[in-house]
């Protein structure tokens, strides 16, 4: 069996690395247009933010490692076409310039996602830069040693974790966002206002409702970032806009969302027999609306990866979908969120109610006993949980994996009312305060007159 993987980050790797053990007789080739492979770009703020001092060990396999498991892999090599009716493919070496042809019977497509570029004015300025692989971040690091003044536009976990990195290396900051909230996407205004709050404690600008409408500079470097509201000085730019996936060589041969995410069945199969993919070129299975979407997530692209490996052959292990679960850590804030935000909910059509309850996590007795803010959404009518946010200054963000295993199997707000957790003063109360937010969603018993009376 000939296996053909084009790319190699997170869902590649984990593909490749299962592949090559449920399979060894298999003949696995691996084309990747980069100088490096398995990247943790997560790590990116914390690499700037000097948070981690070696780099390496953001890296968590290599071709050596892969070559090990008989893996043949080809770095600074791009693969130009495919073929999927012939099953063959063109690839160009970016080294040398030659070009030439591959063939496969397993296609295996983790090409990942591209961070995306406005179209504006002044666009191709130096020292306006992208944040997503290696390279990136060691320009980033590079160009801030002499920037005073640095601009990231868009307020996702990555432009808010580097606009913290910058700060704390003396950096003036100002963070841009065409919307009205931080984070927007993942939390709801009770948990964005105050992270907000600190930002702007700390002294980071923040542009929000604003767009960026182009860029000015001398001598072609950026001095000037242009808004719809106003300009902002600017030594350095960094763009956190999104991303989109990069699906270009499977257009029109594969089923695809409106922007290019190549769409999947439960077995990582692509519309076209034979052709995987996996990771952010795809669409994922989203368990709080049941519908395909596009959320370029590392655990989604691990998963993904395992699973096209064990149903390379045969259908075999089924993908459960996913919940977006995610957690960010700014300043002395601890976040973690699953699912929808009410508000996103809402934009969903989905109609929901909410719980929100702030409490110690653990007896006022002990020592310490730090407060814990939890939300949790849920369907009017079936009580469904869809969404939960927590923040706090003590580490409690594994309790949204617990949510998050709530919502993939359709649990309701009452249950988690009554989930059996343990209790220990050291860690938290008799009623964990999970089940106390379920308790507080609790519905009122009602009692008919005649039930009245006897009671």
């Known amino acids: 069996m000939k296996v053909v993987v084009i790319g190699c980050t997170h869902a590649g790797t984990a593909a490749i690395a299962n592949t090559a053990k449920l399979y060894p007789e298999a003949q696995i080739t691996v084309y990747e247009r980069n100088d490096n492979i398995s990247f943790l770009s997560c790590g990116i703020a914390l690499y700037v933010g000097g948070v981690v001092k070696d780099p390496q060990g953001l890296f968590y396999s290599s071709p050596e490692q892969l070559a090990e498991l008989g893996v043949n892999t080809n770095m600074r090599h791009e693969v130009t076409s495919i073929d999927t009716d012939t099953k063959t493919l063109t690839v160009r070496n970016l080294v040398t310039g030659e070009q030439f042809d591959d063939t496969y019977d397993k296609l295996i497509v983790t090409t990942g996602s591209w961070p995306i570029i406005p179209k504006v004015e002044g666009i191709d300025l130096n020292n306006i830069l992208l944040c997503k692989n290696f390279n990136h971040s060691n320009t980033i690091i590079e160009k801030a040693k002499q920037a005073k003044r640095i601009t990231v536009v868009g307020a996702g976990y990555i432009g808010v974790e580097l606009v913290e990195a910058f700060q704390m290396n003396g950096k003036e900051v100002t963070l841009i966002d065409s919307v009205d909230r931080i984070l927007n996407k993942y939390l709801d205004p009770e948990f964005t206002e105050p992270v907000q709050q600190s930002l702007a404690d700390k002294g980071i600008k923040l542009a ?17 970032v242009i808004t719809t509201k106003g300009e902002h000085e600017a030594d350095l730019v960094i763009l956190c806009i999104g991303f989109r996936p990069n699906t270009e060589l499977l257009k029109g041969q594969v089923d695809m969302l409106p922007n290019g995410a190549i769409v999947v069945n439960s077995y990582m199969e692509t ?40 149903n390379l052959v045969q259908p075999t292990t089924r993908y459960l979908g996913t919940q977006g679960t995610s957690g960010i850590k700014i300043y002395e804030n601890n976040i973690a969120a699953t699912g929808l935000t009410e508000l996103v909910a809402k934009d969903e059509g989905l109609e929901v109610e909410s719980v929100t309850m702030t409490d110690h996590y653990r007896p006022e007795f002990m020592p310490t006993f730090d407060s814990v ?75 008919t007159e005649k039930e009245m009376a006897n009671v």
């Open 373 to 447: 803010t939890l939300k949790v959404v849920f369907e009017k009518t079936t009580r469904r949980i869809v969404g939960a946010q927590l923040m706090s200054e003590v580490d409690l963000t594994q309790s949204i994996n617990t949510i998050s295993v709530c919502i993939q199997n359709n649990m309701t707000v009452d249950e988690l009312g009554f989930i059996d957790f343990f209790f220990q003063p050291h860690y938290n109360k008799p009623w964990n305060f999970l089940n106390t937010a379920g308790l507080q969603a609790l519905q009122p018993i009602t009692l």
């Open 208 to 224: 929000l409702e604003e767009t960026v409408t182009s860029f000015e500079g001398i001598d072609g470097k950026v001095t000037k």
């Open 271 to 310: 519309s076209k027999k034979d052709v995987f993919a996996a990771g952010d070129s795809c669409a994922i299975h989203y368990n709080p609306t049941g519908k395909n979407s596009y959320l370029p997530l590392a655990t989604n692209a691990v998963r993904m990866g395992t699973l096209v490996a064990r």
